[in-house]
């Protein structure tokens, strides 16, 4: 429950990708000037960027204070458990990320521009 700041701002920065993705949708937004706009944003800015950044920018902390967590916890209370429990799934989170992004750019390292349109919003 230490990293709850930095998962915060993660859950913000995914709830602010899943809003401009929806106002980007013809299904949701019907005007065609508002959501050519929000096209632009979400290939632009928060495809490419923002959720990497949000994950590179809170790993560091968030990974300390998890091993922190399992250092110093104990199993004596129903929040210590909590705690100790969301520790280890905060742990694996971050590290199963950092090695899929250590997985893409080994396995398109000789020629980028083959990296499948789903990965862009991983790979800057």
Do not use: C
Not at 47 to 58: C, E, L, M, P, R
């Amino acid at each position: 429950m230490s990293n709850s700041p930095l998962i915060i701002i993660l859950a913000l920065v995914f709830i602010m990708y899943i809003v401009v993705y929806a106002l980007s949708s013809k299904k949701v937004n019907t005007n065609k000037h508002i959501r050519k706009v929000f096209k632009k944003i979400r290939k632009y800015r928060m495809k490419y960027s923002i959720v990497h950044d949000a994950i590179w920018v809170t790993y560091p902390y968030a990974i300390f204070i998890s091993f922190l967590q399992l250092k110093f916890g104990s199993f004596n209370g129903t929040l210590n458990i909590i705690n100790v429990f969301l520790a280890i799934i905060t742990i694996i989170l971050y590290v199963l990320f950092a090695l899929f992004v250590f997985y893409l750019s080994k396995k398109y390292s000789k020629d980028p521009e083959k990296i499948p349109q789903k990965y862009n919003f991983i790979m800057l």
